[in-house]
């Protein structure tokens, strides 16, 4: 089945302990997008990859870090997590080489705490 | 800058009343236009898209779209809603040009049984 999927699901943390969340997927997208969710805000994009090794800054990349090491996976890294980073995140991916649509399909996402 | 706009942040129905959710978005190049629905609990599924053609598209569930170029809109509309239907729906746009997807802030929608 094609899928993203994400680790954790739910996340509660302190702040300044360092996390990762992991998202992966098995349709050989090129393109893969972490977002986050806040209310009244929509979504915000926080950094994206073209492909492998190849990434950039979002709309709200400050306190994060990504890597694309390999094409499925594009892990999110909260170096040293505050309570304003307290959401819930969305990764995606996508195959803009695919056609023009360039549809996004999203992860379950990942509600994370920090306190 | 691009930027995309609903119209509603909130909007609460009774079974059966017809929907319109507004959308507008502001870029004067070719765009994609898509709409996302997430249910209580859920991840963003995609509703329905509009890439060219007939600017009327129809997408899952009963629910339309209709493109109007000279507006910068794309409008989610249905008939008839169900109590199915309570979720939060996006709006968002992607330029021909890039890959990225702008999104608007969303509309929470509520059906009253």
């Known amino acids: 089945e094609a899928q993203v999927t994400q680790n954790p699901r739910y996340l509660i943390t302190v702040t300044g302990k360092k996390l990762t969340v992991t998202c992966s997927q098995n349709?050989?997208?090129?393109?893969m997008s972490w977002y986050r969710q806040d209310p009244g805000l929509g979504l915000r994009q926080i950094y994206y990859?073209?492909?492998?090794?190849?990434?950039d800054k979002g709309d709200v990349p400050e306190g994060y870090k990504v890597s694309r090491k390999e094409k499925r996976n594009f892990p999110l890294i909260l170096e040293s997590p505050s309570p304003n980073q307290t959401s819930l995140y969305f990764c995606?991916?996508?195959?803009?080489?695919?056609?023009?649509?360039?549809?996004?399909?999203f992860g379950p996402g990942t509600r994370l705490t920090v306190l | 800058a691009q930027s995309v706009s609903q119209h509603n942040h909130h909007v609460i129905l009774s079974e059966a009343a017809s929907l319109e959710l507004g959308c507008n978005y502001s870029y004067g190049g070719t765009v994609n236009l898509f709409w996302y629905v997430q249910y209580p609990g859920q991840h963003l599924q995609l509703l329905l898209k509009y890439f060219s053609g007939d600017p009327l598209v129809k997408g899952i569930k009963g629910f339309e779209a209709e493109f109007i170029k000279s507006k910068f809109s794309f409008n989610l509309r249905k008939p008839s809603v169900q109590w199915s239907d309570t979720a939060e729906y996006f709006c968002a746009v992607n330029a021909r040009s890039n890959y990225q997807l702008i999104w608007g802030a969303g509309t929470k929608l509520i059906i009253k049984p």
């Open positions: 990859s073209m492909n492998v090794e190849v990434t």
């Open positions: 349709m050989n997208h090129e393109y």
């Open positions: 995606a991916s996508s195959s803009p080489s695919a056609g023009p649509y360039n549809e996004q399909f």
